[in-house]
C-alpha cells in the first residue's frame, strides 16, 4: 500500500501563484509515475500533470507553460507549481501514484482562484 499527504491548496487572487505537496510513505519502491489531477464541479476528473521515474513529464494543454511538476526523490515527494492561476483553475486537486498495476489516489487538496 502506498499512502499519499497532500498539502499547499488554499484561495489565491488570478494571477497568484501556489505550490501543491504530496508525500509518499508505505510500499514506494517501484513508483513509476506521480501525478496530479484535477476536478471540478460537474466535471470529471482530468490530469494535469505527471512525471515519470525518468523525469519524464507531461501536462494538460491548458497548464503548459504555466504549471510545473518535480519530484524530490529523497523526500518522496511530488510537487506542482502552479503560477498564473486562473479562475478556471478552481478545483480539487488530486495526487496520484502508479505503481505497478495498481493506482492510488491522495485525499484531494482544494485550489479556488478569485476573478
Known amino acids: 500500500q502506498v499512502q499519499l499527504v497532500e498539502s499547499g491548496g488554499g484561495l489565491v487572487q488570478a494571477g497568484g501563484s501556489l505550490r501543491l505537496s504530496c508525500a509518499a510513505s508505505?510500499?514506494?519502491?517501484?513508483?513509476?509515475?506521480m501525478g496530479w489531477y484535477r476536478q471540478a464541479p460537474g466535471k470529471q476528473r482530468e490530469l494535469v500533470a505527471g512525471?515519470?521515474?525518468?523525469?519524464?513529464?507531461n501536462y494538460a494543454d491548458s497548464v503548459k507553460g504555466r504549471f510545473s511538476i518535480s519530484r524530490d526523490n529523497a523526500k518522496n515527494t511530488v510537487y506542482l507549481r502552479m503560477n498564473s492561476l486562473k479562475p478556471e483553475d478552481t478545483a480539487v486537486y488530486y495526487c496520484?501514484?502508479?505503481?505497478?498495476?495498481?493506482?492510488?489516489w491522495g485525499q484531494g487538496t482544494q485550489v479556488t482562484v478569485s476573478s
Open positions: 496520484n501514484v502508479l505503481k505497478g498495476g495498481s493506482r492510488y
Open positions: 508505505g510500499n514506494i519502491f517501484g513508483i513509476n509515475f
Open positions: 512525471i515519470t521515474s525518468s523525469d519524464n513529464t
